[in-house]
T-cell receptor
Framework: NAGVTQTPKFRILKIGQSMTLQCTQDMNHNYMYWYRQDPGMGLKLIYYSVGAGITDKGEVPNGYNVSRSTTEDFPLRLELAAPSQTSVYFC?????????????FGPGTRLLVL | GNSVTQMEGPVTLSEEAFLTINCTYTATGYPSLFWYVQYPGEGLQLLLKATKADDKGSNKGFEATYRKETTSFHLEKGSVQVSDSAVYFCALRDAGDYKLSFGAGTTVTVRA
């Protein structure tokens, strides 16, 4: 049981380039999330999904897109990368959306936009 | 809106010292409260949680009690080890809100 896996671990992008951050979970969780972590700050929610085919914006969605074609995968797309998107990105999942439910996090992708 | 405030770091301790990290919150509803830990180079792991007032969460020698009257969820450990060196995040999740709201994190370094 690998839990939540993310690729790549680290990436450098030039301004204006695009890339997709991959996220896969093998726990059969319905809910998946993308957060970003900026230095000295807590995590902020970018997008989330409550099931295959259903996604919605979080607190900081601008500059990102997501899709959820399967239960397992929840890729995050960056179009036209900007320096402000330099951050560490974490994918997470949970079985349900109730307030008691634990969210399980992947190891993160560190992105540097130059 | 919901927010979490935790004590600023960094915190540096000697092995076997007592650790406490303060966390207070504001919430519009009745949230669940969490402590997550991030070891160097790794993702976040759940350390403990509490879902209702007066609940005590505990794990790996760490404890935190959900205090509704003071809107607090302070993390404590009686005797820290070098392996406890990490960043600790306090977080809440309110009913009907999909996201976790995180504090800024507290970096703890334990010296041998």
């Amino acid at each position: 049981n690998a839990g939540v896996t993310q690729t790549p671990k680290f990436r450098i992008l030039k301004i204006g380039q695009s890339m997709t951050l991959q996220c896969t979970q093998d726990m059969n969780h319905n809910y998946m999330y993308w957060y970003r972590q900026d230095p000295g700050m807590g995590l902020k929610l970018i997008y989330y999904s409550v099931g295959a085919g259903i996604t919605d914006k979080g607190e900081v969605p601008n500059g990102y897109n997501v899709s959820r074609s399967t239960t397992e995968d929840f890729p995050l797309r960056l179009e036209l990368a900007a320096p402000s998107q330099t951050s560490v990105y974490f994918c997470a999942s949970s079985y349900s959306g109730t307030r008691e439910e634990t969210q399980y996090f992947g190891p993160g992708t560190r992105l540097l936009v130059l | 809106g919901n927010s979490v405030t935790q004590m600023e770091g960094p915190v540096t301790l000697s092995e076997e010292a007592f650790l406490t990290i303060n966390c207070t919150y504001t919430a519009t509803g009745y949230p669940s409260l969490f402590w997550y830990v991030q070891y160097p180079g790794e993702g976040l792991q759940l350390l403990l949680k509490a879902t209702k007032a007066d609940d005590k969460g505990s794990n790996k020698g760490f404890e935190a009690t959900y205090r509704k009257e003071t809107t607090s969820f302070h993390l404590e450990k009686g005797s820290v080890q070098v392996s406890d060196s990490a960043v600790y995040f306090c977080a809440l999740r309110d009913a009907g809100d999909y996201k976790l709201s995180f504090g800024a994190g507290t970096t703890v370094t334990v010296r041998a």
